[in-house]
């Protein structure tokens, strides 16, 4: 029996890189998964086919989960299409958006990058509540959230710092209704987001100097995801769990 047999799962931003990984994964370990996107329909629907060409199932959402309403018309839907439950949420959606100095910040950029990042997960995890009885929520986190980041990223590492509060603060209010919620921080991984955001030299340099000598790849991120979302990981909850390759230890 798969992993995830008969689970239904939602996945936030998970048209590509992390997200579609993950995406693969739990849907290849048997969920039902609906696969979260905003802007990138391309993107979504070539991560869809990969779950079909597989034998998963899945289906897609556009949805800005920033926005109250349209978090709550993604996961009704999940809901109504797979028996009025979910039982995993993957609060993966956010992003650095560039690299501002303080100086450079304004409110508007404030309010944008900090609603991505943790609003987000706010919205999402308050909202499901209503179609979970037990289950797992896992809220991708950064290893931003434990070093502050690196130069113009602070109100990101902000969000993603509140992420993982947020993950503690759950973990005990919702864990009496069965209900474990856990965060993982990644180091850097080969995605769209360090191709875009981060200097070839910055990306060089962790290479000569991280204890495994690369960068981690998104299916080793995934696998983290689906292992905390399954009933493998029962007693485990209100963790961060660093995926860095050593790079840094909490």
Known sequence: MKLLEGKVAVVTGGSRDIGRAISLKLASEGAKVCINYNHNEGK???TLQMVKD???EAFLFK???TK?????AMLAETAARYGGKIDILVNNA?????RKT???QD???YRTVLDLNFKSCWLCTRDVLKYMDKGSIVNISSQAARDGGGAGSSIYA???????????????ELGPRGIRVNAVCPGMINTYFHDTFTAPAGREALHRSAPLRREGEAPEVADLVCYLASDESSYITGNGVDINGGCLFS
């Open 44 to 46: 979504a629907l070539e």
């Open 54 to 56: 597989a034998g998963g």
């Open 63 to 65: 949805a800005d989960v």
């Open 68 to 72: 109250a309403e349209e978090v709550s």
């Open 94 to 98: 956010g992003g650095i958006m560039g």
């Open 102 to 104: 303080i100086e450079e």
């Open 107 to 109: 409110e508007d950029w």
């Open 158 to 172: 902000c969000g993603k710092a509140a992420m993982l509060c947020h993950t503690r603060a759950m973990a005990k």
